[in-house]
């Protein structure tokens, strides 16, 4: 499926193109230097649209922005999708020729009006329309998104609900057109890629597939498990039913990552067995029966990251690694050969190499050519191949090499944590500038623009509570209750409130989050918390 | 809408309409606004800024940059009066210094901003013929001229409960083809044969119009002397929108006739801008005058709103397809905002900074787009060159330097004031027109502080820029500027070194550190034991300067030292 | 780097440099002929990831019909156009700039071509007097970088790289005008109260040293700065997923600093606060 891969475009499209739509991202902040890029087409006369809860730094770029209600996002694409169709804008060459499905689509779109989007993400008919013909009639166009589209229960609906409207106007698969999921970790492109995904081989292989999962089979001298793997929650929730009892952890803090943290603690005691390989002593290392010190893997290993652009580069150890912490490779290569099996010594591009035997969008990418060329984009199937910008050229072919891509039909559903009397406050999470994730990394040094762990509303909302800014509050949801100091922000609005998620030792702001999970995903509701707030 | 942070209701709740192209268009509201700040309160606080860059979508640090560009827009606490004295050449020579120390004598040192009033020294005003002046702003009300000016005139009106301007009046000494014409009203200019030019222009191909001011040999007359037709037709064959310029910014020491002009006659100007709009079929026009010419300004503005409100501005002008209007933008107090291109930045929001040429404005001027920039003296030309006829102008004056010229004459004089002439009259000629010298002549600063000094035989080459620039000099914005021998010239020297290191924008570093270490040179040169080797340095930075200075200010700053050294005012050994 | 686009045919035109004619591609630049030419031509505030700002005059050149000389770094080539590179103008500028510059402010600790440059033209040390010098206490406000405008030379490359080139924060601008203008904040506020997100790119394009990471700055302070002994290895940064270079500068096992390569077209040089200043973490405290 398009988007879920990898971007379709190159970062360079943005600068060029004449349309940016940014869904659900705030990428001036988790992502400054792709909206570098971003800019320069801002600044190359691109007109952009904003979609998002808040009015973030980045959306105060846009000419118009967008302000949806938590979770509104299916309901807005479909009214797009309706509107673009209903004003005779579709692409209908691209369409016939590309995609298959669209009659269907056109008749399960049509409830979604502009009204109704209108009262469900609470944004004036006449913006998405805006929207809808702009992005339709735009001669390119860049639909960027990232953890706000995918932070939710529904995270695979609305990428696809993105995706229509990609097929509904061609804007894909050609230079300037494309699909921009921005990763929101260091290498999660990369992890997909190496088939850290449970139903996938390394280069997206489909485990299920006899013949390509024999090549591996053939290749290790092991079988594998035709089945599909658990997905992270899914792991938790086979914990719960005392189906899984051990667990190895690669450079993760589920006891702070995870939605719900107070049940995800309470599982991961329950283990049997829990080893945690990390270059912290992080809280889940910390409840660990077994630690592998690490080093770290971007500064003091040898390697390679694929970026949000499908760009193959190569990490490089700067450094020794202090005291007996050894890379990911050595550890993974020591257990082996402790467990019995003949591996010998780790070595990065031998490991690599073997990668590039075994899958064939790697097969062109030396590392003496990733050195030379500043990185390769997927897929690059050989040697002579100069790696490959946009995906999907294939669908402008004639005749099509593929099947036609279909049109996906998603209904928009509520967020499943209801706004109710008594938790009547929608909160929403995010990333600041100055930090990463858990905070583990970034809390190193000391951020002169550091905002501490506090709680982000308008000046109307708090004067609603009662609180100034800087009063300490108590913020509660259905699972838990944290307290945190007020900040005034602009870009929210009265029944919106915003916690970054990066100081849980501060302030655990997933023990307010909930943990139910999108089934195709794996990934969790952290965007759409109800909340009752108090003054304390 | 709702921009920044406040000011917002539920509406903007789920929408809000921003962006570079929004921001962008909004950013040369940036120093009229400060301007308001600065008028209403006397100076623009962090405050005052920060909530302008949030309207404006402007960064605080760029606002911030823009007015610390300007010396009219303060940003640090002043007085609610503060009175900017002339202590530049052109009054030095006629005696103001003494009044100066009179001043410093019952007020203080200049720039103590601590106290109710407060004064400070102000390069030239314009008002050169008076021989001592001051521009007074004053924070809720209106800023006021004082020229003559003497000390107790000016603490009065620093005191005084709603300041009065006191201007004498310019003496009118003729009735020429520019000056002697006081129009009082929009009818009034019409009794003298005004519009007439303009309907004229609108029954004639915009081409045309331009040819005639081609064939007029119209040079420019605001110092550069480039032949306006070239102007006019490049900017015609560009795609629009464009825009027309007139520069009214006049700052050259001892330039005073742009501001005689716009008194007496704005609806000429208004007249000659519009017809030049037509011609090069722009869609707007702008008047960027000094903003130390509030006098100027008014009598504009009424005059623009008079012309409006009768049909000659706006939407279809006098019943023809032709659509023009036409904006005043007032400086702040910055000489290298009447460089073209400074201009343009000034005009947009941004620092009044000039910019590398290519591309020329005709290409790529204000906001980007093909621009005709012309000073005011040369539009003042325009309607009798449509009227007449671009031959009847070229056979006055002499073949490349055609019509008349007006000639600021200030100094040792004894009768000071703008004077035309045609073309072809020497600088003697110019001073027996004003009456001739008052005392003993020593040399006569030509050209502006961008000009040279000339003495003897020099005075009688005649000031046509061809002659003028085979002897070395040049006719500039037509300073004539008289120095008899009781003038000690090496203050007067040093002055116009201060002048440059004071303007200087700073962009470039031949400019930004030469033009001070000609004025330092220069001090040091009067007494200096080894004077050849402070003469070598000024030479080396005379060079490097002409050289490689971005723009004209760099360029020209040390032409007028140079000739001082040459025909031996200072320098000499003693 | 990788090209897919099949580029309209850009138009050349031929120049003389020096004698000799070049032919290049009419979006080209006289710098960028001259130094295809072969020529030595040196600049200073100009900078290929940066608009030319012509502010130094360094790199002017002399064209023939040209009353003044022309900055190579921002004039485009024209046909037929005669240049000359060095000759007797154009070096009594640039040793002019050098003079004026290393007179005003302190010049010790710009990049090696400079140094390189200015023995080249002969510069000699102060020959005005004790005339202005930038004086001004250098400015430590935090833990990340500081500013010491003694070393300014107002080249304007930290306000392009901070504004609209790259950052676009625009925490930083010229304030005043002429000699005693400087790169400031909004009335001079700290750069922790300013609009900085502290990026570190003014840094990174700064060429006199004026901007400098705390960490250099520190150990020039206590003598322990030795580039000698300092490593640089390019990998890739460990945050958000965007895969920016990083060029970890490294001395005695520990990074002293972060850069990005120019010529790299993801960052083209320039980094977040993250990529920047976020290896604190894998800081090995003692060996
Ligand atoms: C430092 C500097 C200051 C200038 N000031 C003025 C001015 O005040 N008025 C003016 O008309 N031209 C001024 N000029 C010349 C303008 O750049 C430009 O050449 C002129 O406005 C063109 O109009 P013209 O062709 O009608 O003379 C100045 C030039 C320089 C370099
Ligand atoms: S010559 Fe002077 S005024 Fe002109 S750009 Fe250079 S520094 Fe600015
Ligand atoms: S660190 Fe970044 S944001 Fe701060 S002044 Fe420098 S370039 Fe601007
Ligand atoms: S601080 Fe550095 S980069 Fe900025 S203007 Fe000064 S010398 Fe140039
Ligand atoms: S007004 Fe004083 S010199 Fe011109």
């Known amino acids: 499926m398009f988007g879920a891969g990898g971007g379709t475009s190159s970062y360079e499209e943005i600068e060029t193109t004449d349309l940016i739509i940014l869904w659900g991202s705030n990428a001036r902040s988790a992502h400054p230097i792709f909206f570098h890029h971003l800019l320069k087409g801002v600044r190359n006369g691109a007109k952009m649209y904003a979609v998002d809860p808040r009015r973030t730094e980045s959306a105060q770029w846009a000419d118009t922005w967008l302000g949806i209600d938590v979770g509104s996002d299916i309901a807005l694409a479909n009214a797009v999708a309706r509107e673009i169709i209903n004003a005779g804008l579709a692409n209908t060459e691209?369409?016939?020729?590309?995609?298959?499905?669209?009659?269907?689509?056109?008749e399960f779109v049509e409830p979604y009006t502009l009204e109704r989007a209108e009262e469900i993400s609470g944004v004036p008919a006449s913006a998405i329309r805006a929207l809808a013909h702009d992005y339709a009639t735009a001669e390119t166009a860049q639909l960027c998104w990232t953890l706000g589209i995918t932070e939710h229960h529904n995270a695979t609906d609305n990428v696809v609900a993105l995706i229509n409207l990609a097929l509904l106007t061609g804007h894909v698969g050609r230079y300037g057109s494309g699909l921009v999921p921005i990763r929101g970790q260091n290498n999660v492109q990369g992890g997909g890629d190496m088939g850290a995904l449970p139903n996938k081989l390394p280069g997206f292989q489909n485990v299920a597939d006899d013949e390509l999962r024999g090549k591996f089979e053939k290749a290790y001298g092991m079988t594998i498990p035709s089945e599909p793997g658990w997905h992270v929650t899914q792991m938790f929730d086979a914990m719960e039913r005392a189906e899984l009892s051990a667990m190895y952890?690669?450079?993760e803090n589920p006891a702070q990552s995870e939605a719900d943290s107070g049940r995800t603690i309470e599982l991961l005691e329950g283990l049997d067995h829990l080893v945690?390989?990390?270059?912290?002593?992080?809280?889940?290392?910390?409840?660990a029966d077994v630690v592998f010190p690490a080093a770290s893997g971007w500064a003091e290993s040898e390697g390679t990251f694929t970026s949000s652009e499908r760009r193959v580069q190569r990490v490089r150890r700067a450094l020794d690694p202090p005291g007996s912490a050894k890379d990911d490779l050595a550890i993974l290569f020591e257990f082996a050969n402790a467990m019995g099996h003949e591996w010998g010594t780790a070595d990065a591009e031998d490991v690599w190499d073997e990668l590039r035997s075994l899958s064939p969008m790697h097969a062109g990418m030396s590392y003496e050519r990733l050195e030379a060329m500043g990185g390769?984009?997927?897929?690059?199937?050989?040697?002579?191949?100069?790696?490959t910008k946009f995906l999907h050229a294939w669908l402008w072919e004639d005749p099509m090499p593929r099947e036609p891509a279909p049109f996906s039909l998603v209904e928009w559903v509520p967020p499943v944590d209801p706004l109710d009397e008594d938790y009547p406050i929608r909160l929403t999470t995010g990333r600041r500038l100055d930090a990463y994730n858990t905070g583990v990394q970034s809390s190193g040094y000391r951020s002169p623009i550091y905002a501490g762990a506090v709680i982000d509303m308008t000046p109307e909302q708090a004067a609603d509570l009662g609180a100034s800014e800087g009063d300490v509050v108590r913020i509660t949801s259905r699972r838990g209750s944290v307290e945190a100091p007020v900040r005034f922000t602009n870009g929210l609005r009265r029944g919106l409130v915003f916690m970054a998620i990066h100081s849980p030792d501060d302030l655990d702001v997933n023990t307010l989050t909930l943990d139910a999970w999108d089934p195709k995903s794996g990934t969790a509701e952290f965007k759409a918390t109800a909340v009752r707030i108090e003054t304390t | 809408m709702f921009r920044g942070s406040r000011e917002r209701s539920s509406a903007d709740d789920h929408v809000a309409y921003g962006g570079l192209a929004s921001a962008e268009s909004r950013r040369n509201l940036l120093l009229p606004t400060l301007h308001e700040v600065q008028s209403s309160v006397g100076w623009v606080s962090h405050g005052a800024l920060n909530y302008i860059s949030e309207r404006l979508s402007v960064s605080p640090a760029e606002a911030y940059g823009v007015a610390t560009f300007y010396d009219l827009i303060a940003t640090e606490p002043r007085p609610e009066r503060v009175a900017h004295v002339c202590d530049d050449i052109g009054c030095l020579a006629a005696g103001a210094g003494s009044m100066l120390d009179d001043l410093r004598d019952r007020l203080g040192e200049p720039d103590e901003f601590g106290g109710s009033i407060a004064w400070t020294r102000s390069p030239c005003l314009g008002q050169c013929e008076k021989g001592s002046a001051a521009f007074?702003?004053?924070?809720?009300g209106d800023d006021v001229v004082v020229a003559p000016a003497t000390a107790e005139q000016v603490i009065e009106i620093l005191h005084a409960e709603k300041p009065q301007p006191s201007v004498s009046p310019s003496p009118i000494r003729q009735d020429t083809r520019l000056l002697g014409r006081t129009t009082l009203s929009l009818s009034h200019h019409e009794s003298h044969g005004g519009l007439e030019a303009l309907r004229k222009a609108l029954t004639m191909l915009p081409g045309d119009v331009v040819d005639e001011v081609t064939a007029s040999g119209l040079r420019g007359r605001g110092g550069a002397a480039f032949p306006a037709g070239i102007k006019w037709r490049a900017v015609g064959a560009e795609a629009g929108p464009k825009y027309v310029v007139c520069n009214a910014?006049?700052?050259?020491?001892?330039?005073?006739?742009?501001?005689?002009?716009?008194?007496?006659?704005?609806?000429r100007l208004i007249e000659a801008t519009t017809i030049a709009g037509y011609a090069v079929g722009a869609d707007k026009g702008y008047i960027y005058i000094r903003g130390e010419y509030p006098g100027a300004l008014r009598r504009l503005s009424d005059a623009i709103e008079e012309v409006r409100d009768?049909?000659?501005?706006?939407?279809?002008?006098?019943?023809s397809d032709f659509s023009f209007d036409i904006e005043i933008r007032r400086g702040a107090g910055a000489y290298i905002c009447g460089e073209e291109t400074a201009l343009f930045n000034s005009i947009e929001g941004f620092r009044g900074e000039p910019r590398q040429k290519p591309p020329f404005p005709t290409q790529a001027g204000l906001f980007g787009r093909p621009t005709l920039v012309n000073n005011v003296e040369s539009l003042m030309n325009i309607p009798a060159i449509v009227l007449e006829g671009g031959a009847a102008f070229a056979s006055i004056g002499t073949e490349e330097s055609t019509g008349s010229k007006l000639f600021c004459v200030s100094g040792n004089v004894l009768g000071p004031g703008v004077y035309e002439a045609p073309f072809g009259v020497s600088t003697r000629d110019v001073i027996d027109m004003a009456g001739g010298v008052d005392g003993d002549l020593q040399a006569v600063l030509v050209g502006g502080a961008a000009g040279s000094f000339v003495a003897g035989d020099q005075l009688d080459v005649p000031l046509t820029f061809e002659d003028a620039s085979a002897a070395g000099i040049s006719v500039g914005s037509g300073v004539v500027m008289v120095f008899n021998t009781e003038v000690d010239m090496a203050p007067i020297v040093s002055r116009i070194a201060t002048f440059f290191r004071h303007e200087s924008c700073g962009l470039c570093v031949p400019c930004r550190v030469g033009t001070v270490r000609q004025e330092e040179s220069l001090i040091r040169l009067r007494t200096a034991e080894d004077r050849d080797e402070e003469l070598a340095l000024l030479a080396d930075l005379d060079v490097v300067m002409r050289d490689s200075s971005i723009c004209g200010l760099g360029q020209l700053a040390t032409v007028a030292v140079q000739s001082a050294i040459t025909i031996g005012l200072i320098g000499a050994k003693s | 780097m990788i090209e897919q686009r099949i580029a309209d045919p850009v138009a050349t035109v031929t120049v003389t440099i020096d004698g000799a004619p070049v032919t290049m591609p009419e979006t080209a630049t006289l710098l960028e002929a001259s130094r295809a030419a072969g020529a030595d031509v040196p600049t200073l505030c100009y900078l290929e990831t940066l608009t030319p700002f012509n502010s130094c005059r360094l790199c002017v050149v002399e064209v023939a019909g040209s009353r003044t000389l022309?900055?190579?770094?921002?004039?485009?080539?024209?046909?037929?156009?005669?240049v000359q590179t060095d000759s007797d103008r154009v070096q009594h500028t640039r040793r002019m700039v050098y003079e004026l510059l290393d007179s005003t402010v302190d010049l010790s600790l710009v990049d090696d071509e400079t140094t390189r440059q200015m023995e080249r033209y002969g510069v000699r040390t102060n020959r005005f007097g004790d005339g202005y010098r930038r004086t001004e206490a250098v400015k430590i406000e935090d833990d990340l970088y500081v500013r010491d405008y003694e070393k300014c030379i107002m080249c304007y490359r930290c306000v392009a790289a901070c504004g609209p080139d790259a950052q676009n924060t625009f925490a930083i601008d010229v304030a005043g005008r002429g000699l005693t203008s400087t790169i400031a904040t909004e009335y001079d506020i700290t750069l922790p109260d300013s609009a900085c997100v502290y990026c570190g790119n003014c840094v990174g394009v700064c060429p006199t040293g004026a901007l400098m990471f705390t960490s250099e700055y520190r150990m020039r302070e206590s003598g322990d700065w030795d580039e000698d002994r300092q490593t640089v290895t390019t990998t890739i940064c460990t945050f958000c997923g965007v895969g920016c270079n990083l060029e970890l500068h490294v001395q005695d096992n520990r990074i002293v600093k972060v850069t990005s390569p120019m010529d790299h077209e993801v960052t083209s040089g320039h980094l977040c606060i993250k990529g920047r200043f976020g290896y604190a973490h894998i800081q090995s405290e003692s060996p």
């Open chain 1, 94 to 106: 691209f369409i016939e020729h590309s995609t298959s499905g669209f009659d269907d689509f056109a």
């Open chain 1, 249 to 251: 952890v690669i450079g």
């Open chain 1, 276 to 287: 945690v390989q990390d270059i912290f002593l992080t809280k889940t290392a910390a409840m």
């Open chain 1, 376 to 387: 390769i984009q997927w897929p690059c199937p050989d040697i002579g191949h100069p790696g």
């Open chain 2, 136 to 140: 007074i702003q004053v924070a809720g």
């Open chain 2, 249 to 267: 910014d006049e700052s050259e020491p001892g330039t005073f006739k742009d501001r005689v002009l716009m008194e007496e006659d704005p609806y």
């Open chain 2, 310 to 319: 009768r049909g000659y501005l706006g939407g279809n002008i006098a019943g």
């Open chain 3, 70 to 82: 022309v900055p190579s770094c921002s004039r485009m080539v024209e046909e037929g156009m005669e």
